[in-house]
């Protein structure tokens, strides 16, 4: 059921802690898939959150949850702007960035590590762990860190808290669309 993936994988960008989640999920047909991002998508499109596939199988999909104009401005920082042109993504409105990255998923290509920054990790740990081969981290969590450590440990904190908050309050019987927090802009 994709509303529990939803919880289990995204509690922090539902909660509006962080810019983007993903995860892998099963499906058992395309349609069924492509109704229920339809549905989802209309569902949390008020509270500013979208979903979208980055890479795709027969019948398992890279469902990539974010919150626009959180994206937006992330992209649009000056240094990750620069970082992400270097890597031949010359338009970097969402939608825009976004294709750009799906083409990067494609078949018998190089993984494309600037996904972090479309997760709202920092640059300085996207452009360490794409330096280092992601080897000789000084912690790990969410993402590996190769910046500040003592900040990055108490964003894991918060993004884990978080996700058993809403783990339980889903299991109380709370839905995605109650646990979703509003774009506050």
């Known amino acids: 059921m ?25 499906f058992r047909s395309q349609k069924e898939q492509r109704q229920q991002i339809k549905s989802w998508n209309e569902q949390l499109s008020p509270k500013g959150i ?3 596939v980055l890479r795709e199988g027969e019948e398992k999909a890279l469902l990539y949850v974010y919150r626009k104009k959180r994206l937006e401005r992330d992209l ?41 920054l479309f997760l709202g990790y920092p640059l300085e740990d996207v452009q360490g762990f794409i330096a280092n081969q992601g080897k000789n981290s000084t912690c790990s969590g969410y993402w590996k ?17 978080c996700r058993v908050i809403y783990q339980r309050l889903f299991g109380q019987g ?12």
């Open 76 to 116: 649009k920082r000056p240094e990750v702007a620069e970082f992400l042109r270097q890597r031949g993504y010359e338009n970097l409105e969402p939608e825009q960035a976004l294709k750009r990255l799906k083409e990067r998923f494609s078949p018998g290509g190089e993984f494309p590590h600037e996904i972090g």
């Open 174 to 185: 709370r839905g995605v669309w109650q646990l979703a927090v509003a774009d506050s802009g």
């Open 2 to 26: 994709l509303e529990e993936y939803l919880v289990t994988y995204c509690s922090p960008t539902l909660a509006a802690l962080k810019t983007a989640n993903m995860f892998n999920w099963s």
């Open 145 to 161: 860190v190769y910046g500040d450590a003592a900040e990055a440990l108490k964003q894991f904190a918060r993004f884990e808290k």
């Open 50 to 52: 979208s979903i979208t």
